[in-house]
């Protein structure tokens, strides 16, 4: 019988791995998804749904605007980044 690949223990500072596991799979970034899901289990999964939603997709940002947000996060590199490579650095962040 197959199994499911499996996946790396996000450690004992992830309260809800479910929704870490399910972010990661989605394509968050190790920090984002144990915010995430830090949050979901300090609250409910729905409440902290429902915050947030308010930044729009990277995809209608322009390339300085993708540039300014990876300066904020450290992104080595940003400068000479096409929009594509931006948006793949901040997503894998």
């Known amino acids: ?4 690949k499996q996946e790396e223990d996000p450690g004992p500072s ?3 791995p479910e929704v870490y ?3 990661r799979d989605d394509g968050a ?7 995430i899901a830090n949050a979901a289990a300090n609250s409910s999964r729905s409440e902290v749904g429902e915050r947030g939603g308010e ?3 990277y995809e ?3 390339v300085e605007d993708l540039r ?3 300066a904020e ?8 980044m096409t929009k594509g490579e931006l948006i793949d650095a901040l997503r894998n962040h």
Do not use: Y
Request: net charge positive.
């Open 29 to 35: 970034s190790k920090e984002k998804a144990a915010r």
């Open 1 to 4: 019988m197959a199994q499911k």
């Open 73 to 80: 996060l450290d992104i080595e590199g940003r400068s000479s």
């Open 60 to 62: 209608d940002r322009t």
């Open 14 to 16: 992830v309260k809800d």
């Open 68 to 70: 300014k947000r990876a």
């Open 21 to 23: 596991e399910a972010l």
């Open 55 to 57: 930044a729009g997709s």
